[in-house]
Structures are given as C-alpha cells and as structure tokens.
C-alpha cells in the first residue's frame, strides 16, 4: 500500500495557514489568527494549539507568553504599581486607581494591549458619554493614555490609541451655586456670633478652600503687615499601601496657590482674639490638624444649619452652600464688581487670568451695564 498523498500548500507561497479562534473583538465577533507553516498543514495546527494553550496559561497566572499578548488588566496593573510613589497619593489613588480598578479593567479586561485600537477606545467614550460628565471622561482618558503611553515606552505598541479620541458628554456638569451680594452680608453678618464663624468669615472673605483653611498655623499671619500668608494644605488621603486614610499636610496644588492675603484690621483682630490650642488656628480638640471631612460634617455643615435656620425663621431664605461655593462666590463677585483682575487671580491663587474667568465668573447683565456705563432707560433710544 503506498503512502498517502501528502496535502499540498493551501498558498502560492508554499506555506500552509490554518486559522483559528483565540477571542472575541469588542462587537463580540470572533477574533481570528493565522498560523503557518512549509512542512505540513499538521504542523500548523499544532503552532495553533500550542499558541492556544499558552494564552490559556497566561490568563490563569497572570503572565503573558510575551510582552505583546499582555492582557489589558494584568499590563494596566503593573502600571499601577509604577506609578505608586510617584504621583501624590490622592492623585494616584482618585485619577489612576480607582478609575482604572472601577473603569477601566471592567470594560477592556482581557483583551491584548496590543490589539486595542482608537475605535475600541473611542467606543468606551462613546457608550459612557450618557452616563460621565465631560470632567469625568477627560479623567478616563488621563488614566487610560498614562497605561498606554507605559506600553510605547516598552515597545508593546508603538502608537497611543488615545490619540485623536473625541470626548463629548450628554451629562450637564452641575453649576456650583453663589451667594449674591445680599446674602453674602447675611452670611457675614450670622457668622459673627457663631461658635464657628471665623472659618466662614475667611472663607468667604477671601476665597480660601477648605483646605488652606486648616492648614493655617499661627505663624503664618503677620501681625504688623496684616497679612495672611498661605503656604500648606490639609487633605484626607487613603493610603495607597494600606487603604486605610490618613490626614496630610503638604504643599499646595501649585505655586500659584501660595500667596500672600492682605487682611482688613477687623478680620485680624477677629484672628488674634481666636483662643490658641496647637500650631494650628482651626486645629481639633486635642491642638492637632484637623480632617477636611471631620471639620465639613462637624463644624461647616453645624454653622450651614444654623445661619439657614436663623433667618428661615425671620422669612429670609439664605441657602446652604458647601465649602468650595464659598470660594466661588467671592471670586463671583468680586469679578462682577469690576475687581481688578490681576488682583483677584493673585489673591485666590490663579495663575490665569482666562481660567479665572472661565471657572468663576458668571455672566451679570446687569453689573456688565454699570461697569460699561450703558444706560438702560429708554430716552436714549428715541435720539
């Protein structure tokens, strides 16, 4: 009996190709690879298995078979563990982790680093643009171009599929609220006989964060000068090796954000008059720096409560504002006053003068006419 007739190559170039199944593409169609071979079509199938069984190993113990076959979830964790120690660990653990663990992984997982494209990417933004504000997305999109850039600069891939990705969002951001002038003085004015007033005083006087307010330490006010110098913040921070948080005091979110506040004699003298516990001026019980979250539920919101109250009872409504609105409304109206704007960026801590526009001030029709000298009655437009 003879043997049997060897099968000839299935390609004009000599070489037998086999194609099999190793995934499924975003849409849920599947992904196909070629494996080949010049000695048989058997020998091709068995290139096939062994690629088949190795992606299986990988997937169990978290290795890859090669740099290039890396998951999406095992490579953007080993970029987690880069970046820890290198970036604040606020930031690393509410830019990086977090939208990584909750975001990313859950939606790209076990597809290859290498196999993802700008479609796939411009995808997931297009499948949360109902769902993220554009703030949020822009956030997605640092994160997820940090592990991708990681991956070029180990020659995983060599272009960055985030890349020419458009971010458009359905999702209105909510507009912070602002005290007007009125209830500016209203609040002012309470602030003066609460237990907790000077904080709201400095605040909203000065568009201080909350932040900056509990980092204040008595030396950092000159008395003879009259001027407040900020030059730290507080912050809870979960640690990135344990979890757990921790309340830290370090530098301010940049230069800019250190300055020198000048004071009005009443306000220091309000300072001065303050009992002294600690280092600190808005320091806890025990002298000690105080928690950003402890001092909000404990002390802002206590006098949030209060002032609202206090004139619900007279027929007056004077809303509840949260920290950061605070700052907003004086740099609101400061710049609807027709402050200096150069002074008003220098006092809050702006290294932009468009930035300070843009985030803080709100259009006022009216005050527009005062500052521009328009005259609104109606003589005029009959001349």
Request: charged share 30%; with cysteine; aromatic share 10%.
């Amino acid at each position: 009996m003879g043997r049997p007739k060897k099968e000839k190559p299935s390609r004009n170039d000599g070489r037998y190709e086999v194609k099999v199944c190793v995934g499924e593409k975003f849409d849920g169609t599947k992904l196909m690879k070629s494996f080949y071979s010049r000695i048989s079509k058997e020998d091709a199938k068995a290139k096939a298995e062994r690629y088949k069984i190795e992606q299986a190993v990988s997937d169990i113990t978290g290795e890859p078979s090669s740099y290039k076959d890396m998951a999406f979830d095992v490579w953007a964790r080993k970029v987690l563990e880069t970046l820890k120690g290198t970036v604040k660990d606020s930031s690393y653990m509410v830019h990086y982790k977090g939208t990584t663990e909750n975001h990313l992984i859950p939606y790209f997982g076990k597809r290859r680093i290498s196999q993802i494209r700008q479609i796939d990417v411009q995808s997931y933004f297009n499948k949360f643009q109902d769902v993220y504000t554009l703030e949020t997305l822009k956030k997605h999109k640092m994160a997820l171009s940090k592990i991708f850039e990681y991956a070029i600069q180990n020659d995983i891939i060599y272009k960055n599929p985030c890349t020419a990705v458009k971010l458009t969002s359905k999702v209105k951001t909510e507009k912070k609220k602002t005290y007007t002038q009125e209830q500016c003085e209203l609040v002012l004015s309470y602030a003066e006989t609460h237990r907790y007033g000077l904080d709201v005083i400095l605040m909203l006087s000065y568009g201080i964060s909350r932040s900056e307010l509990l980092g204040i330490q008595w030396d950092d006010i000159d008395t003879e000068e009259k001027v407040l110098y900020i030059t730290r913040g507080v912050a809870d921070v979960q640690n990135a090796d344990t979890g757990k948080m921790e309340v830290i005091v370090g530098e301010p979110k940049n230069e800019f954000r250190k300055r020198a506040v000048p004071l009005s004699g009443h306000i220091l003298d309000l300072l001065l008059g303050r009992q002294k516990n600690g280092i600190y001026v808005f320091s806890n019980n025990k002298g000690n720096v105080q928690s950003p979250r402890t001092w909000s539920r404990r002390h802002f919101d206590v006098f949030m409560r209060d002032m609202h109250k206090h004139y619900s009872e007279q027929g007056i409504d004077v809303p509840m504002l949260h920290p950061h609105e605070l700052r907003h409304t004086r740099a609101t109206l400061w710049v609807n006053s027709g402050a200096n704007l150069f002074a008003v960026a220098d006092v809050l801590g702006h290294s932009d003068l468009k930035m300070l526009r843009k985030r803080y001030a709100h259009s006022d029709v009216s005050a527009t006419r005062k500052l521009l000298g328009i005259d609104e009655s109606d003589e005029n437009l009959t001349k």
